[in-house]
């Protein structure tokens, strides 16, 4: 639609500037046709053409223009009625303020004029009718040529709003170009990050286990169980290993709720390590949306797994609670403890990763602990039902 419209306005462009001579030669065939002095008027036709085509625009050549269309007209009236035309556009065009009229004033005198045979009687009524019929000429050029102004504004100015929308576009395709990078560059950040998350929170506590359950089996009676109890280790970290490669929830809320796999998780930590582990439920149970309960229960599978490979905790406490708003995991040992500060914001990878997926989901995760007073992790999450 643009690039017609461009189109059609270079295409007005080119016959407004070929508009004066098409009338000057209307005007000249129309004098030869009445026999009026070929000779003389041909010359001064193409002195007023040679004057379109090579005089620069400005008053001087308004001025020149409006003086050739005064020495036509004594060659011929046709040329009052049509080549007269471009000395009232063209005293518009390139003349400003007040010059605009009395340009337009002098071709309307010239024009009414050579219509009247002749200079107005020297009368009262003749100067009237004079004086009327030029001003109305000139009323009427000058209404028109300010219509045509308006016009020739707001096309200029949607134009400029074309442009300036063009540009616009041009520079949001960059910023959309940049940012599909930007996202892509995210995108691969944010999936590096949780691949390691989930190595850390599958093989890296899996390949934990094993070794203290081997270790155990070296030095203790009863090596079965614990050999038995680092195969099955095994087996689960594999599993685990493979659903996080597909981006698969954990095992656990795979064939429970949230509540029951955290149960069947805690139970699984007291067996394996020998440790009193408790887990209570608060609240009207609910199923949350799916990542809310990975998150939950990957942050107790954390912090399990540092009361066990750091605490030496012999006491460990889970506490689920489903509020109006905000569902919360609390999980308590009384393990040896450490300094929060010291060990920075966030820990160890495991604590940051644990403090990733909860800013991820616009939550809140509280660490409380000091040296010999058990520690005391606090994770707190939107409480965004499935479905």
């Not at 070296?218 to 090596?223: E, H, I, N, V």
């Not at 949350?288 to 066990?308: D, G, K, S």
């Not at 030496?312 to 500060?341: C, H, K, N, Q, W």
């Amino acid at each position: 639609m643009t690039d017609r419209l461009e189109r059609w306005e270079r295409l007005q462009q080119r016959q407004l500037a070929a508009t004066p001579y098409v009338l000057l030669a209307v005007s000249v065939a129309l004098c030869l046709v009445a026999g009026d002095r070929p000779w003389p008027m041909l010359a001064v036709a193409a002195a007023a053409g040679g004057w379109l085509w090579l005089v620069p625009r400005g008053p001087a050549y308004v001025a020149g223009l409006v003086a050739l269309i005064g020495l036509l007209c004594t060659q011929g009236t046709w040329f009052a009625a049509f080549f007269g035309f471009v000395g009232h556009l063209h005293s518009w065009w390139y003349l400003r303020g007040h010059w605009r009229l009395l340009g337009v004033g002098a071709t309307a005198a010239i024009s009414v004029t050579a219509y009247s045979g002749g200079p107005p009687e020297a009368t009262v009524p003749g100067i009237l009718t004079f004086l009327f019929f030029t001003a109305t000429i000139v009323g009427g050029v000058a209404m028109f040529s300010f219509f045509g102004e308006i016009t020739l504004e707001r096309n200029a100015e949607r134009t400029r709003m074309v442009h300036q929308l063009q540009a616009t576009m041009r520079e949001n395709a960059g910023l959309h170009a940049q940012l599909l990078v930007q996202a892509r560059e995210a995108g691969v950040l944010d999936e590096r990050q949780r691949m390691a998350a989930e190595i850390h929170d599958t093989l890296g506590q899996g390949l934990t286990g094993i070794i203290t359950q081997l270790q155990a089996a070296r030095r203790g009676k009863d090596w079965q169980r614990h050999v038995d109890i680092a195969i099955r280790l095994a087996r689960d970290s594999l599993a685990e290993a493979r659903r996080s490669v597909h981006a698969v929830g954990p095992g656990h809320l795979a064939t429970a709720p949230l509540d029951q796999a955290l149960r069947a998780v805690v139970t699984e930590w007291g067996d394996r390590n020998e440790t009193t582990a408790e887990f209570t439920v608060t609240g009207t149970v609910r199923p949350m949306h799916p990542e809310i309960e990975q998150t939950l229960l990957r942050t107790a599978q954390e912090a399990l797994a540092n009361a066990a490979r750091h605490a030496g905790a012999s006491r460990v406490g889970l506490t689920l609670s489903y509020m109006e708003d905000v569902a919360t995991l609390d999980v308590r040992d009384d393990g040896i403890g450490f300094d929060p500060a010291r060990a920075g914001d966030g820990g160890g990878f495991g604590l940051t990763a644990m403090r990733r997926r909860v800013d991820r989901l616009a939550g809140t995760l509280e660490i409380e602990s000091a040296p010999g007073a058990g520690t005391a992790i606090s994770a707190s999450v939107p409480a965004v039902t499935r479905g």
